[in-house]
C-alpha cells in the first residue's frame, strides 16, 4: 500500500495492493491496471503512466514520478508525494484522479 501525500504532506489518498485508489474517507476514486492504465471510478480509462516515470493523459505527458516518490505537473511543480509501495502508480493516481 502507498500513501499519495499532497504538497503540504496531507495524505489525500491510498492506493492499495490491489490498484484500487481510495480518498481519505474511502471511497473509491479509481484503479491503475496492472498494464499501467489509469481508470476512473466508472473503469473509463483517464491516462496511463510509463516506466520512465511519465505520466500521460490522451497521449500528452501531463507530469512525472521521480525516484523519490515526489510527482511533478507538466511545469515541473511538485504536486505531492507517494510514500510506501506503489510509487509509480500511486504517482500516476495522483495526477489523473486525485488532484
Avoid: P
Wanted: proline share 0%; glycine share 18%; net charge negative.
Amino acid at each position: 500500500m502507498g500513501d499519495i501525500l499532497n504538497m503540504s504532506g496531507q495524505k489525500m489518498a491510498v492506493i492499495g495492493e490491489d490498484g484500487k485508489v481510495r480518498n481519505i474517507s474511502g471511497a473509491i476514486l479509481g484503479y491503475v491496471s496492472q498494464n499501467s492504465q489509469v481508470h476512473n471510478e466508472r473503469g473509463d480509462m483517464v491516462g496511463s503512466f510509463g516506466t520512465n516515470g511519465y505520466v500521460y493523459k490522451g497521449g500528452t505527458r501531463i507530469g512525472t514520478i521521480h525516484n523519490d516518490g515526489r510527482v511533478f505537473d507538466a511545469e515541473n511543480r511538485c504536486v505531492g508525494k507517494v510514500v510506501g509501495d506503489h510509487m509509480e502508480s500511486g504517482g500516476a493516481a495522483l495526477l489523473l484522479l486525485v488532484i
